[in-house]
């Protein structure tokens, strides 16, 4: 079997991604960009089970994927997704020394990560089974 295409373009992919990130973002360098997709990614994923989490990474490409999981806690019984203010919160709390997110991050991140290689119909089709609040997460 040859090595998955996703794997073995993973580095272009995710630059092309994070430059993305950061041009959507309006902040100035790719660490900064990093920061906030990591913010976003975590945000979300701290508002679902294991099982969800994991079957979300799925559809992620493959860096991408790899923040999401990483530094990762599972709560035995994630908290329901709260409104939108409160989620910015949430989300500006990660390293938040390191944070300079702006409000419009998770829309930002959202509208980037739908028009990076991430199949749109896969991740329509997990988020109709994730948890209520999941897929107003990641309205553009």
Request: glycine content about 0%; charged content about 25%.
């Amino acid at each position: 079997m040859p090595m998955p295409q996703t794997y073995f373009h993973a580095s272009r992919d995710f630059d092309a991604f994070i430059k993305d990130v950061r041009d959507t973002c309006m902040l100035q360098t790719h660490h900064q960009a990093y920061h906030t997709l990591r913010a976003v990614l975590h945000t979300f994923r701290s508002h679902l089970t294991v099982v969800e989490a994991l079957r979300f990474a799925d559809i992620l490409p493959a860096v991408t994927r790899a923040i999401f999981v990483e530094d990762w806690i599972p709560l035995e019984t994630p908290a329901p997704f709260p409104d939108r203010p409160a989620l910015i919160m949430e989300m500006k709390a990660v390293r938040q020394d390191h944070n300079l997110a702006p409000n419009s991050a998770i829309e930002d991140v959202a509208a980037a990560l739908r028009r990076s290689s991430i199949d749109e119909q896969a991740l329509e089709r997990i988020l109709a089974i994730l948890p209520d609040g999941a897929a107003e997460f990641w309205k553009a």
